[in-house]
């Protein structure tokens, strides 16, 4: 501890993000660490609050095994109708302007764990900048299928990322959509 009064002496000790200070936050679903990396990026770029999307009954790899028709994630995929458990406790959008979606791309779509998430919140005063990450696939017609069951908020084009996107490349994605 330096003598110096720190920015929090007032309150909060300045070290500690306070929810809901940028405005902005950035929540995800990664079962892999792929698009946790990016969220992770979006966050200290934007300064944003970060919120993870945890299964309530995490994904083993054999749940992930897309070429099995019967794997778990397979089996969600295939029901629309699918919802599973998330296990995180629920975040409040109270006090966001702008929210950062993001996933994984499964099977040509997002998870069904983000139609569990985008059911459970009221958009109204947001806007919602969909991005996912994905071995070749595009974000297709995955984030618009997640603005229609949410029915609220200002859904922006979403943007698809390689694993491997870099910092920089992100920090202009980012710089462009504030201009
Ligand atoms: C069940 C499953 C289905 C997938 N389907 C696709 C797909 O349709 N197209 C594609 O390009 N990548 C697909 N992938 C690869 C993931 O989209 C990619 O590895 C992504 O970056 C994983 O993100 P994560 O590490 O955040 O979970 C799939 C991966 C899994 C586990």
């Given at each position: 501890m330096s003598d110096e009064p720190s920015q929090g002496d007032a309150g909060t000790p300045a070290s500690e993000p306070q929810d809901g200070e940028s405005g902005i936050l950035v929540a995800y679903f990664s079962a892999t660490g792929n698009t946790k990396a990016v969220a992770e990026q979006i966050a200290a770029v934007t300064g944003g609050d970060l919120y993870e999307i945890v299964p309530a009954q995490p994904y083993t790899d054999a749940d992930l095994d897309y070429g099995n028709s019967e794997s778990r994630s397979s089996l969600e995929m295939d029901d629309p109708d699918a919802r599973p458990e998330i296990g995180s406790e629920a975040v409040d959008l109270t006090g966001y302007s702008t929210l950062y979606l993001g996933y994984p791309?499964?099977?040509?779509?997002?998870?069904?764990?983000?139609?569990?998430?985008?059911?459970?919140?009221?958009?109204?005063?947001?806007?919602?900048?969909?991005?996912?990450?994905?071995?070749?696939?595009?974000?297709?017609?995955?984030?618009?299928?997640?603005?229609?069951?949410?029915?609220?908020?200002?859904?922006?084009?979403?943007?698809?990322?390689?694993?491997?996107?870099?910092?920089?490349?992100?920090?202009?994605?980012?710089?462009?959509?504030?201009?």
């Open positions: 791309i499964w099977h040509g779509q997002a998870p069904r764990i983000l139609n569990t998430f985008v059911e459970q919140h009221d958009f109204d005063t947001l806007t919602i900048i969909p991005f996912c990450t994905s071995g070749s696939s595009g974000i297709g017609s995955s984030a618009q299928g997640l603005a229609e069951l949410a029915g609220s908020g200002d859904w922006l084009e979403g943007t698809r990322f390689s694993a491997g996107v870099s910092a920089a490349d992100l920090q202009l994605w980012i710089e462009d959509l504030q201009q």
